[in-house]
């Protein structure tokens, strides 16, 4: 499976950024989606997946309300819609695929990832 992360920029603070994530290679709908950041001198880290069996969404607290996960198999994509970024939220994102995955939020269970697309937000 290749994945492929676009839809990364600068943006203000305050502002909205929509990340996708281009599958191919694979059974699209088979595989758990998810996003993981990583900021310079940091480890990377969970920020939303989406399940493949219900397409149930899970964030880690620091995003919700603000970030958006879905996917459409039909284009085998998988986006993030990020609102009222803030510079905290500036890291490079990353997509991963887990194949029947469930434990979503585990980095070491994705079995696929992409070579990621960087977001800096500005104060």
């Known amino acids: 499976v290749q994945l492929v992360e676009s839809g990364g920029g600068l943006v203000q603070a305050g502002g909205s950024l929509r990340l996708s994530c281009a599958a191919s290679?694979?059974?699209?709908?088979?595989?758990?989606m998810g996003w993981f950041r990583q900021a310079p001198g940091k480890e990377r880290e969970f920020v939303a997946a989406?399940?493949?069996?219900?397409?149930?969404?899970y964030y880690t607290d620091s995003v919700k309300g603000r970030f958006t996960i879905s996917r459409d198999n039909a284009k085998n994509t998988v986006y993030l819609q990020m609102n009222s970024l803030k510079p905290e939220d500036t890291a490079g994102y990353y997509c991963a695929a887990d194949y029947l995955g469930t434990a979503v939020v585990n980095l070491g269970r994705y079995d696929y990832w992409g070579q990621g697309t960087q977001v800096t937000v500005s104060s």
């Open positions: 989406i399940r493949w069996s219900d397409s149930s969404t």
């Open positions: 290679g694979g059974t699209f709908s088979k595989y758990t």
